[in-house]
């Protein structure tokens, strides 16, 4: 069974870095022909796509995000990582990471709550 797992700070600052793990288990972020992606979702509103890494480490991202999103991945621990550059509050979202592709099923994680204040 995959399970995919979201982790970071919870709290960010205004204008700092946002840094976004999610840990994969159950299966190889390497293997088949999968999308990785984040997702986010702002209070009171719909589920936003970000952005995805594929089995060969390219990268696509939403156009409103493209020129402060990126996407990376450590294989050693079977992670990928978002990291999104100045922040602002309306950056504040519960985020998701979620595998899609491959002919199998989607899977998601459990959504990690990121507020941007000061």
């Known amino acids: 069974q995959v399970q995919l797992q979201e982790s970071g700070p919870g709290l960010a600052n205004p204008s700092q870095t946002l840094s976004l793990i999610c840990t994969v288990s159950?299966?190889?972020?390497?293997?088949?022909?999968?999308?990785w992606s984040w997702f986010r979702q702002p209070p009171g509103k719909g589920l936003e796509w970000i952005g995805y890494?594929?089995?060969?480490?390219?990268?696509i991202f939403s156009p409103s995000l493209k020129s402060r999103a990126s996407i990376s991945r450590d294989t050693s621990k079977n992670q990928f990582t978002l990291r999104l550059m100045s922040v602002t509050p309306e950056d504040t979202a519960v985020y998701y990471c979620?595998?899609?592709?491959?002919?199998?099923?989607?899977?998601w994680g459990q959504g990690t709550q990121v507020t941007v204040s000061s």
């Open positions: 890494i594929n089995v060969r480490g390219s990268t």
């Open positions: 979620h595998r899609s592709g491959g002919g199998d099923d989607d899977y």
């Open positions: 159950g299966g190889s972020i390497t293997t088949n022909d999968y999308h």
